[in-house]
């Protein structure tokens, strides 16, 4: 009876995963023997619930190639009833934290520390742009963005990043994702690099839209560039100064020779997503690839998600002069999502060296918050690896001392303590790996978070 429980358990869940989207049509599903050694269980248990997603059309075999997703918008989805299974559901919010009301531990990853925020000289600004004299804000704004929030992100892109542009080449969006949207819009006739495993909101703009791509495996110094011979894709989508979810930073060298790469046709690109670029802890910062760029074919990408808070929802695009032409003859450009108000805001805060101290502050307290809890894991160094914790704010840690990843996750769960598996971000990935966010977490609790961790995962 139990094995009929957890085969159903297993099928429900990867049923659930394919009907919100976790896998795409087409997606090579994980072979019966990966999936076996990755969840504990036997081949019987699994080849049980790939038949129940064979027999309602979920997946579908290819003869000595293995099993692939179907296109379930033909299939008639029944929504799952939480109450109607035995065990424990998977998370599949993972970054909510209205879902961490169950946990007295959490590493989140899309967390700031709020404690630290101006509000009194933000609330300020906000008081300001409301003013009667500010009525021109209440007017349809230019779909570039206003002119004086990207004139201040031109020279804060300068001053800290190197990076040379004019407040022409900038676009506001409200994401990341948007503003991708808004390239492949461009660029229509052409077909993508990205990285493996890559940042979610690149490779959901790609499926959604059809466009053809290559997965290039990221490795400690960056994107592999060896498979960028083996294509003709001319776009390179690359998170460089801290990559997600590996937190791998790409080294100079490999740098310089993927501008080399775009430099050798007129039609390549590279999309330079500077994600967590304004936190470096350890060593010399590195330059942005566009600062490095000598012939306009680095298209540039970051917001303040991190810098200023999450709910901003404010992204920028610094284009290519080559582009901005087909940017302006693009047609049915939407306008900008952005409320003129909280742009002017912004830009208040930044005219002001107000946000250039909170960056300098908020450096230093991620940096505490990072060197207390490497101090912390550093005894146990020969049953945990650490790996990107060179930057950003969040690293992965893999777990080397024969622990299963259902023992960590049980362990966990028995110390009140949230964790995210890396597969969720990389499905082919076997090993005990979790990737752990730091910044939301407060000084006072820290200790207490590295513990319960420390007692979920080590011996």
């Known amino acids: 009876m139990e094995k009929r429980h957890l085969y159903i358990e297993l099928y429900e869940n990867l049923k659930q995963q394919i009907i919100e989207g976790q896998y795409q049509s087409g997606d090579k599903?994980?072979?019966?023997?990966?999936?076996?050694?990755?969840?504990?269980?036997?081949?019987?248990?699994?080849?049980?619930?790939?038949?129940?997603?064979?027999?309602?059309?979920?997946?579908y075999s290819k003869p000595r190639s293995g099993y692939f997703v179907s296109d379930i918008e033909t299939l008639p989805i029944i929504k799952r009833n939480h109450?109607?299974?035995?065990g424990p559901s998977l998370d599949m919010t993972s970054n909510n934290r209205h879902n961490d009301q169950s946990?007295?531990?959490?590493?989140?990853?899309?967390?700031?520390?709020?404690?630290?925020?101006?509000?009194?000289?933000?609330?300020?600004?906000?008081?300001?742009?409301?003013?009667?004299?500010?009525?021109?804000?209440?007017?349809?704004?230019?779909?570039?963005?206003?002119?004086?929030?990207?004139?201040?992100?031109?020279?804060?892109?300068?001053?800290?990043?190197?990076v040379t542009c004019h407040p022409e080449q900038i676009i506001i969006g409200s994401s990341t994702e948007q503003l991708i949207n808004l390239l492949t819009d461009m660029l229509s006739k052409e077909q993508f690099i990205i990285e493996n495993p890559s940042y979610p909101p690149i490779k959901q703009v790609l499926d959604k839209k059809h466009i053809p791509y290559l997965q290039t495996p990221v490795n400690k110094t960056g994107i592999d560039l060896n498979y960028f011979s083996q294509t003709n894709n001319n776009i390179a989508y690359v998170t460089p100064s801290h990559q997600f979810p590996t937190g791998y930073v790409m080294n100079l060298k490999k740098r310089t020779?993927?501008?080399?790469?775009?430099?050798q046709n007129e039609?390549?690109?590279?999309?330079?997503?500077?994600?967590?670029?304004?936190?470096?802890?350890?060593?010399?910062?590195?330059?942005a690839l566009q600062s490095l760029d000598t012939k306009d074919k680095v298209i540039y990408i970051s917001t303040f998600s991190k810098s200023l808070f999450p709910s901003c929802r404010i992204?920028?695009?610094?284009?290519?002069?080559?582009?901005?032409?087909?940017?302006?003859?693009?047609?049915?450009?939407?306008?900008?999502?952005?409320?003129?108000?909280l742009q002017k805001i912004v830009a208040n805060f930044m005219e002001s060296g107000s946000f250039e101290r909170h960056l300098n502050k908020m450096r230093k307290v991620y940096s505490k918050k990072l060197k207390f809890i490497l101090e912390k894991l550093k005894p146990y160094e020969d049953q945990l690896q650490i790996d990107g914790a060179l930057a950003g704010m969040h690293f992965t840690l893999t777990v080397k001392n024969g622990y299963s990843m259902d023992q960590c996750l049980k362990n966990a769960a028995n110390n009140q303590l949230k964790i995210l598996p890396f597969y969720h971000y990389d499905k082919n990935q076997t090993s005990v790996k979790f990737i752990l966010g730091f910044g939301g977490i407060p000084f006072s609790k820290l200790n207490d978070h590295t513990n319960a961790l420390i007692n979920s995962l080590c011996l």
């Open 315 to 341: 992204a920028y695009l610094v284009l290519p002069k080559k582009l901005l032409a087909q940017y302006e003859h693009l047609k049915n450009k939407e306008g900008n999502t952005v409320p003129a108000h």
């Open 267 to 287: 039609y390549r690109y590279i999309i330079e997503d500077d994600y967590d670029s304004e936190f470096r802890y350890f060593g010399k910062p590195i330059p």
């Open 83 to 86: 109450s109607q299974l035995n």
């Open 257 to 263: 020779q993927l501008i080399n790469w775009a430099h």
């Open 103 to 162: 946990y007295q531990y959490a590493f989140n990853l899309t967390e700031i520390d709020a404690e630290y925020f101006p509000m009194h000289q933000f609330r300020k600004y906000a008081r300001d742009v409301f003013e009667d004299d500010q009525l021109g804000l209440l007017q349809h704004t230019n779909p570039k963005g206003e002119w004086s929030l990207r004139q201040e992100i031109a020279h804060y892109l300068f001053n800290s990043r190197g």
């Open 29 to 59: 599903f994980p072979s019966k023997r990966v999936l076996g050694q990755h969840l504990s269980v036997s081949n019987t248990t699994i080849e049980h619930a790939y038949q129940f997603l064979l027999d309602e059309g979920y997946i």
